[in-house]
């Protein structure tokens, strides 16, 4: 049993917003699929053009001197980035990208043997925030916590699991190492101490694999709604010939984050908004159907605290203000964030 499915029983999700539709299997994009035009505009400028000048999410060398202050700019204007040189191999993304589209490409019977149960958080199915809107996304994943991957991939291939569970055991590691590190770079540039975990391997983490399947008409489609993520933050990988990621800022509106060859996506979560007392603003992101013959793939890695784990906003840096938010243990933001979604960090926001 996975550790956020402690958090997960209370909320079960409803069978059919768990069950994709078989996307290989559809001529024309049926209505519970079709999303208001309104994000028509943020498709036609992908180059992020605002009144003559090209915007963009910073690429940081993480291996560049001067690191640690282009990750507190980043984060405390975009919260999020894109990270070179962050030691994970061109070799293991592309072989997790392949074993992804593996995954998505088996025929939707066989899928459907690995369905997320209703109260817990690994398997196939549409991701948990499809329980908030009420039109329904044009993506398919699959969600691994721990060694998850194991049993699943047993289902999945019964005679040739290993190829799979090789690549996911390695892909896992090396998030693990990177994400210690962003961890580091991240308090550091705060100038804050690095969260003391009592029990350090109970950590919420989580690998999503997310499809977004070649559509009909991907201009009334949208891959994955608007949210921001719940925990530290999270380290994507998006495969390199589609684009698809926005990120939300308020002088610019939508903005993409296209993919750059070798760089991996980190953005702010929710935690980590938190912890920083809101300086570092949680990033609300979707992701757009750019492309109506390809499939795009991303690999979302949430990196977090343990479920038991206190946080609370660290003020010990100039001008910071008062607290503006009360401690709340992980477990208890994970309940709140399945309820409430993006409403959830408002309930923990101090009142004054
Ligand atoms: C650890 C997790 C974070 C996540 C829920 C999960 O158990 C695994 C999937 C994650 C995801 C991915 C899409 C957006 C999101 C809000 C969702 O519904 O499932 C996040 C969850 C989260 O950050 O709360
Ligand atoms: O596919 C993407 O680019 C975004 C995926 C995402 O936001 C998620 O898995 O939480
Ligand atoms: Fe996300």
């Not at 768990?18 to 699929?33: G, L, M, R, Y």
């Not at 939300?248 to 509106?253: L, N, Q, T, V």
Request: with cysteine.
């Amino acid at each position: 049993m996975s550790l956020l499915s402690n958090v997960d029983k209370d909320h079960p999700m409803q069978h059919h917003l768990i069950v994709p539709i078989d996307f290989s299997s559809i001529k024309n994009v049926p209505e519970s699929h079709i999303w208001a035009q309104c994000f028509e505009d943020a498709k036609i400028n992908p180059d992020n053009e605002k009144s003559g000048a090209l915007i963009s999410i910073p690429i940081i060398d993480l291996e560049d001197p001067k690191a640690l202050g282009l990750i507190f700019n980043a984060c405390e204007t975009w919260g999020m980035f894109q990270d070179t040189n962050h030691g994970v191999s061109k070799e293991l993304l592309d072989q997790v990208e392949f074993q992804a589209k593996n995954v998505f490409n088996l025929p939707f019977e066989q899928k459907m043997k690995v369905l997320r149960a209703p109260d817990e958080d690994t398997g196939y199915g549409y991701p948990r925030l499809a329980l908030f809107f009420s039109n329904q996304m044009w993506n398919e994943g699959f969600t691994i916590t721990g060694n998850s991957y194991y049993h699943d991939a047993k289902k999945l291939w019964p005679n040739d699991f290993e190829g799979f569970c090789e690549v996911i055991f390695e892909y896992q590691t090396r998030m693990k190492d990177l994400g210690d590190k962003l961890k580091s770079l991240i308090f550091k540039s705060l100038n804050i101490p690095e969260p003391e975990e009592a029990t350090p391997k109970d950590h919420i983490i989580a690998l999503n694999l997310n499809s977004y399947p070649p559509c009909p008409d991907s201009t009334q489609t949208m891959g994955i709604g608007p949210h921001t993520d719940s925990l530290l933050f999270t380290i994507l990988h998006q495969s390199g010939n589609a684009s698809g990621l926005q990120v939300y800022k308020d002088e610019f509106g939508w903005v993409s984050v296209n993919p750059h060859p070798c760089a991996l996506v980190v953005n702010v979560e929710d935690l980590l908004h938190i912890i920083s007392n809101a300086r570092f603003p949680s990033a609300i992101h979707r992701a757009l159907i750019n492309n109506k013959q390809k499939q795009r793939l991303s690999i979302a890695y949430f990196y977090g605290l343990p479920l038991d784990f206190e946080v609370s906003p660290f003020l010990d840096y100039p001008n910071c203000g008062g607290p503006q938010f009360k401690p709340i243990k992980v477990k208890e933001y994970a309940s709140l964030k399945l309820k409430y979604l993006d409403l959830a960090v408002s309930f923990v926001r101090k009142s004054y």
